[in-house]
């Protein structure tokens, strides 16, 4: 199998998030669950996904899973952006691209500027007391705290200012107690002239990942909170972490469009 690695939410190698992207070609199922997570412990990034192509006339294209390097996730973005991109680039599916996924079917549409938008599920989000000992794991007062609900099982925190969001030196095993994935700290832009109109940063110890470096999921909760609290349907938010990425958001009711570019770094064959 031919194994790619992407770097997506970004039009720059090296930056934004790498994942990792095999297109099962030859399979009608996926292999066993213990050999999809062994080569993503092996790939070693956030995510590896994973994709078969689908029996025409059906609900979605490709059936498409993703495993950080110890667990199996309902929902991730910047693989499935990742995925569509390689899908595009090789010329295995053109046009927008169905996805069947534990997060039910998620569509992919490329654009000419070689952008592409994720149709995703909105994450509800339901205002909750701040958890005792959770400002002191994370490093700073959260202002407000949300659940971002079943598809993410995060906890979405807003911080003082931007300068607040890229200081955080969180215990990383302190948040590990507070959410089923983990922490989204978030703020608004200092300077929306900048290019964007807030900041984040993702912290997910409970599946593996420290901190994740741009992630698409998190935008379901970041783009409602965020429209409301601006007055927009339509933001960019930063993902203030050490390799950076930017996601276009635009808020579609119980829907959330997720827009951004990917750029393929590495290309091998998978020989185990």
Known sequence: MRIRIVDAFTDRPFTGNPAGVLLLLDHETFPDDSRLQSVALEVNHAETAFAHRLPE???????????????????????????????????????????????????????????????????????????????????????????????????????????????????????????????????????????YDFVSRCFFPNVGIDEDPVTGSAHTALAPYWSERLGRPGLTGLQASPRSGLVRTELRGDRTLLTGHAVTVIEGELLA
């Not at 995925?83 to 992919?108: D, E, M, Q, W, Y």
């Not at 955080?168 to 590990?176: E, K, Q, S, V």
């Not at 922490?183 to 832009?189: E, L, N, Q």
Request: proline share 8%.
């Open 57 to 195: 006339g059906g609900d979605a294209d490709w059936a498409l899973r993703w495993f950080t390097p110890v667990a199996e996730v309902a929902m991730c973005g910047h693989a499935t952006l990742a995925t569509a991109h390689v899908l595009r680039t090789t010329g295995a599916h053109t046009g927008p691209v169905r996805f069947a996924t534990l997060s039910g079917v998620l569509i992919a549409t490329p654009h000419e500027d070689g952008s592409l938008t994720l149709d995703f599920p909105t994450a509800p989000l339901t205002p909750v007391e701040v958890p005792d000992g959770v400002a002191e794991a994370l490093g700073a007062e959260p202002l407000t705290t949300f659940d971002t609900g079943p598809n993410t099982g995060d906890l979405l925190i807003e911080v003082a200012d931007e300068k607040t969001v890229r200081g955080l030196t969180p215990d990383h095993r302190g948040l590990a107690r507070y959410s089923e994935r983990g922490i989204i700290a978030t703020a608004r832009a200092e300077d929306p002239a900048q290019g």
